[in-house]
């Protein structure tokens, strides 16, 4: 089945500052990619999604990056704020299959 | 409109007792997710229901575990005989359909005495 690992487990940036957060997938056909923010007690938030027949995608001061080749794809925050500080969870599936593989979480701390 | 409804938002109980958890997913989202999150780790995949396909239940920890969907509405995660590892927040989520983005409830937060 599917493996997703995601690195690192804990972040700590200064505001203003950029945050990556890079997964890895074992499954060569997994196809699309979500990015879920859980703020502490909260439900999880889809922040962006990425489908394989692209590279890159951006919404505003997020940014995702996807190598097929390299099996591995990577969340970037850029200007950082302290409202990012969150946990953030890396996704991973494929067409025709209903399992959602979630990474472990990355926890974001911005320091102001 | 109104989003995944899960109830009862808290629920404490004896160990060896069986509890219910409800989840109303979006109206018209056909593929419907529960989750396990223990104290701050991970999602862990439960059981899917899409449409009125056999649901995938490979996530099932054990046979104490059950759930239930009828058609494209509410769902329940049964557990029966709790054990003091099943307490937990339990997520309810809801998409369009497979490969979608999922709309996630609050949580049941489940704990066992």
């Known amino acids: 089945g599917e493996n997703v690992e995601q690195h690192p487990s804990t972040l700590s940036v200064q505001e203003g500052d950029s945050a990556v957060i890079k997964c890895t997938y074992s499954?060569?056909?997994?196809?699309?990619f979500p990015w879920y923010k859980q703020e502490l007690g909260k439900r999880p938030q889809l922040i962006i999604d990425?489908?394989?027949?692209?590279g890159e995608k951006k919404d505003q001061r997020i940014a995702v990056t996807l190598n097929k080749t390299a099996k591995h794809f990577s969340l970037h925050i850029t200007e950082t704020q302290p409202e990012d500080s969150a946990v953030y969870f890396c996704?991973?599936?494929?067409?025709?299959?209903?399992?959602?593989?979630f990474g472990t979480g990355t926890k974001l701390q911005v320091i102001p | 409109g109104a989003g995944v409804s899960q109830s009862p938002s808290n629920k404490v109980t004896e160990k060896g007792k069986d509890v219910e958890l409800r989840c109303d997913p979006i109206s018209g989202h056909t593929a419907l997710y529960w989750y396990r999150q223990r104290l701050g780790q991970g999602l862990e995949f439960l059981i899917y229901?899409?449409?009125?396909?056999?649901?995938?239940k490979s996530g099932l920890p054990s046979d104490r575990f059950s759930a239930e969907r009828t058609g494209e509405s509410v769902s329940t995660l049964t557990i029966q005989r709790t054990q003091q590892e099943d307490s937990a927040v339990y997520l309810c989520?809801?998409?369009?359909?497979?490969?979608?983005?999922?709309?996630f409830g609050d949580g049941t937060r489940l704990s066992i005495l």
């Open positions: 990425i489908r394989s027949n692209v």
């Open positions: 499954d060569s056909a997994s196809n699309y």
């Open positions: 229901f899409q449409g009125n396909s056999a649901p995938d």
């Open positions: 996704a991973a599936s494929v067409t025709g299959y209903q399992k959602v593989t």
């Open positions: 989520a809801s998409s369009l359909g497979p490969i979608q983005p999922q709309h």
